[in-house]
């Protein structure tokens, strides 16, 4: 079995856009949080998946991405500067929570002799945050995006995962919290696949799971 691991395994105890608000407020922005949060989403989405030869998530693809930030923002911080100063937030570990469902989960899935990787869009320093969470040491296969070149929902993650994991697609199963990213992209590249729906939304959906501790009864 293959698992996502922001929104999925953990997630962050300050909410991502406070801390953008927060962290750019020191340098004299003042931006209220829906419209960080509507700024952010709009620069991600407009920056492609390599920038001059650096994938999604990497510190040079971070740069960029913090520099058309500062450019809208019209604030005239070092990209860099602000990119150590956000990076520095997002890889210690007290900054996230896992989630009270996903030890046990893990535990029981463990004891069945289920065979455990994850696969996330996240940057190289994953496999150093799981360790500090004391998550890593239930995953054979720890795969980033930014160290692949790939996010999901691409096949090339999911297919390198695989190749990792020793295992073919119709033997794994993916579990994650986007509809797009995790449900489809696993389906697409062959693998079975289950929708971690904490809030209900997709309450309707076959493939959908309200808790990780549904899997292993979904797994039978």
């Known amino acids: 079995m293959l698992l996502d691991a922001g929104g ?4 962050e105890v300050e909410a991502r856009d406070a801390v953008y608000a927060r962290v750019l407020a020191g ?5 209220a949080l829906p419209e960080m949060a509507r700024l952010r989403a709009e620069l991600h989405d407009a920056m492609p998946e390599v920038f001059a030869g650096a994938a999604r998530y990497t510190d040079p693809w971070f740069r960029e991405f913090v520099r058309r930030l500062l450019l809208h923002l019209v604030l005239p911080a070092d990209a860099e500067e602000v990119r150590l100063r956000l990076a520095e937030h997002f890889q210690r570990a007290e900054h996230f929570v896992v989630f ?6 893990l535990e029981e899935l463990a004891a069945r002799g289920v065979r455990l990787g994850v696969v996330s869009n996240w940057s190289d320093r994953l ?3 799981l360790e500090e969470l004391q998550l890593s040491r239930y995953f054979e296969v720890v795969v980033a995006s930014a160290l692949v070149g790939a996010c999901k929902p691409h096949p090339t993650i999911f297919q390198h995962a695989l190749e990792r994991f020793h295992a073919p697609p119709e033997r794994v199963v993916h579990v994650g919290d986007h509809p797009v990213n995790d449900l489809l ?3 697409r590249s ?3 696949a289950l ?18 501790e549904d899997l292993p009864r979904r797994l039978g």
């Open 190 to 192: 062959g693998l079975a």
């Open 27 to 31: 340098y004299g922005a003042r931006v």
């Open 185 to 187: 992209g696993a389906r």
């Open 195 to 212: 929708l971690l729906d904490r809030s209900g939304e997709h309450s309707r959906d076959p493939a959908a799971i309200r808790t990780l």
């Open 100 to 105: 009270p469902d996903t030890l046990p989960a």
């Open 8 to 11: 999925t395994l953990f997630t």
């Open 127 to 129: 496999g150093g945050l």
